[in-house]
């Protein structure tokens, strides 16, 4: 079902005239004639169109969005997403620094789940470089993919709820979510902005209390999020405020290039994590939730079930989680072992080498793209050699997803637009980059 716009009946004025002339007098004809004049410029004024800023500094936009939106009633006839207010010329700072200094902006991307960022830029330098990672660095990223997407799906069904007045679900999503942020505190040191991985590898192996916390919160979460499951998958107000809002076609998700869980949700199976297998991804079993409407429900409904998929895999990984290096090695471009600087003269002036002028990357260029929580972040790199990019372009999922706004909001009513931008889950770090 498409909801369609309720339209005003406009009175005939001839008619009621007619009407109201012939049971008056004539004394009282200049009376009825202003009377009527005042009723047709009200139902001319009741035809104008109103504009209205949502954003940039609105809750439910979901960052520093604007939206002007033009309103017949509380129907929106035209949508204008405007963005760029949160623009840091990220691209163009990762053309003047080093490969491994740029590691702490990736952070700042989507940084609902930095440490998947991290990850995806790494890989993106490592297939410059022509590196391939030793098993157990493979799955220590899995771990720190896996993880982010939890977060990051956590925090979208929270802010939706909360958007909706489900007040609770916010809560309950993010408890888990600080469980989620002490595990990535014990993994990096840092909770939010973690900067962990680093081209070659990671910056330390896990610690020792890493794997029994997590394997303690592998048991914990999956009760807390029956909990949510319950409270709004199947509450009349949430499925009602949800169910045929938003509607994207197979057609138009392909044809505005969204990706990740709003791509699903149109039915479209995409995932590059099935499709282009990366960090050993092949080995893992694991489905790709779809959706059959492609509804902000549906879209809801994705993130849910990728969320227990994500579970599912994190234990795989601890089952067979090998031992050996976590990072890959280059005699020329990757840092020696700290104990080998300290005491060989060479050592020390390899490292010296290597952390004043970055690591020494051949002419070329290439495409990396990584299945990250909001869609697919992809990095394009043209090298001319040494330790810096000639050009760095970020394909980030976020500003590809809310590019069908302008198609997508107009026939809804006002308060469905607060629905729809939480059930498309933008980041503006990414968007505006």
């Not at 939890?150 to 809560?171: E, R």
């Not at 020329?332 to 952390?355: D, N, Q, R, W, Y």
Request: with cysteine; charged share 25%.
């Amino acid at each position: 079902m498409v909801r369609l716009p309720r339209r005003r009946e406009e009175p005939n004025f001839r008619i009621i005239k007619r009407i109201i002339m012939a049971n008056t007098t004539l004394e009282h004809s200049d009376a009825l004639s202003r009377s009527l004049k005042a009723m047709q410029e009200t139902n001319e004024l009741l035809g104008e169109k109103l504009v209205l800023n949502m954003g940039p500094s609105h809750p439910s936009t979901h960052g520093v969005l604007r939206i002007v939106l033009e309103l017949d009633g509380e129907v929106v006839t035209k949508a204008t997403p405007e963005i760029g207010y949160l623009h840091r010329g990220d691209e163009k700072i990762a053309e003047n620094m080093h490969y491994n200094q740029f590691v702490p902006y990736t952070d700042r991307l989507d940084y609902l789940s930095p440490i998947a960022n991290n990850v995806a830029y790494a890989l993106a330098v490592e297939k410059l470089m022509g590196w391939e990672l030793p098993p157990r660095g493979k799955a220590i990223r899995v771990i720190c993919c896996e993880l982010a997407r939890i977060s990051s799906h956590l925090l979208a069904i929270g802010c939706l709820g909360m958007d909706l007045g489900a007040t609770s679900v916010f809560l309950y999503t993010f408890t888990e979510r600080e469980k989620i942020y002490n595990l990535v505190e014990q993994l990096s040191g840092a909770r939010f902005t973690t900067s962990y991985t680093r081209v070659g590898g990671q910056t330390r192996d896990l610690p020792p209390a890493f794997i029994a916390m997590l394997k303690d919160f592998l048991e914990t979460f999956p009760k807390a999020f029956a909990d949510v499951d319950n409270l709004i998958t199947r509450n009349r107000i949430f499925v009602d405020r949800c169910k045929d809002v938003g509607i994207i076609s197979k057609e138009d998700a392909i044809a505005y290039g969204l990706s990740g869980p709003n791509l699903r949700s149109c039915g479209v199976d995409h995932d590059l994590r099935k499709k282009h297998p990366y960090l050993d991804y092949q080995n893992y079993d694991f489905d790709v939730p779809l959706g059959s409407v492609g509804d902000s429900y549906d879209r809801y409904l994705v993130r849910l079930e990728e969320i227990r998929q994500s579970i599912g895999i994190l234990h795989q990984v601890l089952d067979r989680l090998p031992s050996g290096p976590i990072n890959c090695y280059d005699p020329k471009s990757t840092l020696p072992e700290k104990t080998a600087v300290m005491g060989k003269m060479e050592e020390l002036i390899h490292h010296f080498i290597v952390a004043t002028e970055g690591i020494d990357a051949p002419p070329g260029e290439i495409y990396f793209g990584a299945e990250n929580p909001k869609g697919e972040l992809g990095f394009y790199i043209y090298s001319k050699g040494g330790g810096v990019p000639y050009r760095m372009k970020i394909r980030s999922p976020s500003f590809c997803n809310i590019s069908i706004l302008s198609k997508l909001l107009p026939g809804s009513m006002i308060s469905d637009v607060v629905t729809i931008l939480g059930s498309l889950d933008p980041v503006f770090g990414e968007v505006d980059r």
